[in-house]
């Protein structure tokens, strides 16, 4: 966890106090310049925990806090429109198309995750005929998706070149080698809507731990929800949406590229506010396809072939995840003893106690 004298922060939640952990912020502009200090301080961020803050709010990130908000106003529209529309061509594969509501296993036991998803892929993107549902496929919706895909890809290379410099990298040894735009990859963009959801009477609630399959995520959310669980930590706490910045996260790709050195931040998606209604949108920057990496089983694998792996898990009820390899789901990262994820109290929904 970040070192700071600050008291660490609660928000009430499901009627217990529950951590907001802090997490360091990097400024994009002084990524860009590779300052050594900030890449010292990232690569150690990496290392030790697998989440940061990136702030776009300088001349140089600006244009990608505009195209969230274009986004967020396409996605509006999207999952506004009928089931019939908005799963024209269903799943087409698991990096690309829509996922309705109940699609994976949810946070608590016993449910099913509570939100929708469309994806799509920055492959899929330059294609002719790109598999996506009519209702955002008109020239200016294709314009913010492309502005979307183009600009976390530029996001997030930027901080994987940054880590490769840091981490003392030098020509085809570089992280970027195994992560080059024209090779295919399952790299994608998905816009999720989280319904509302009560703990206590619904059964599609949230989205169950898990690290992710990239190598680095973006995240834009205006909305609380997700929760990280720090290395080493024995509970569950949530990440304060901060504006003008996206969170970042390293996942299990690069976690094997770095020798198992950089940490796979596990994370999961509760409802803090039942009646809200949440929107995410992720870019998942993941390795080329053919890229070989060894697992935390010690497995030599591609980096497709743990997508599809992981991707099946994430699909299955928990009874099938029981029979995947132990590091599937939480990419070989270690757990504390947890407290079980409290029952929801009768009363109330969350409510923030502290800033
Ligand atoms: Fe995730």
């Not at 990232?42 to 290392?47: D, H």
């Amino acid at each position: 966890m970040a070192i700071t004298n600050e008291p660490l922060r609660t928000v009430e939640w499901n009627g217990k106090k529950v951590p907001v952990y802090p997490m360091q912020t990097f400024d994009f502009s002084k990524l860009l310049s590779h300052e050594p200090d900030e890449l010292e301080r990232l690569v150690r961020c990496c290392q030790d925990e697998g989440y940061f803050y990136i702030d776009l709010k300088g001349i140089d990130g600006r244009r990608f806090l505009d195209d969230q908000q274009e986004t967020l106003k396409l996605m509006h529209r999207f999952f506004e429109s009928p089931l019939e529309a908005k799963n024209q061509y269903g799943l087409v594969a698991p990096h690309l198309g829509y996922e309705p509501i109940g699609s994976r296993t949810g946070v608590l036991a016993n449910t099913k995750d509570g939100y929708e998803m469309i994806k799509v892929s920055r492959d899929e993107i330059q294609k002719d005929s790109p598999h996506i549902p009519d209702v955002i496929k008109n020239s200016p919706d294709m314009k913010v998706l492309e502005n979307a895909i183009a600009g976390s890809n530029i996001v997030t290379k930027a901080i994987l070149s940054a880590l490769s410099t840091g981490c003392g990298l030098t020509g085809a040894s570089r992280f970027e080698n195994t992560h080059r735009n024209e090779r295919p990859s399952t790299s994608t963009l998905a816009m999720m809507h989280y319904i509302p959801s009560d703990p206590r009477t619904d059964t599609n609630i949230g989205h169950q731990k898990h690290t992710d399959i990239s190598s680095l995520t973006l995240l834009f959310s205006e909305e609380w929800g997700m929760q990280i669980r720090p290395p080493g930590a024995r509970e569950f706490g949530f990440v304060e949406p901060r504006p003008g910045t996206a969170v970042v996260n390293v996942g299990d790709s690069l976690r094997f590229a770095s020798g198992h050195t950089m940490q796979s931040c596990i994370h999961r998606v509760v409802p803090y506010d039942y009646s809200q209604h949440r929107y995410s949108i992720a870019y998942f920057l993941r390795a080329e396809n053919d890229v070989m990496f060894t697992d935390s089983e010690g497995r030599n694998i591609t980096a497709g072939q743990w997508h599809d792996e992981k991707f099946f898990a994430f699909t299955s009820p928990p009874e099938l995840q029981a029979l995947a390899p132990p590091s599937m789901i939480l990419g070989g990262m270690v757990e504390e003893d947890e407290p079980a994820v409290p029952a929801p109290v009768a009363e109330k929904a969350a409510a923030v106690e502290a800033y």
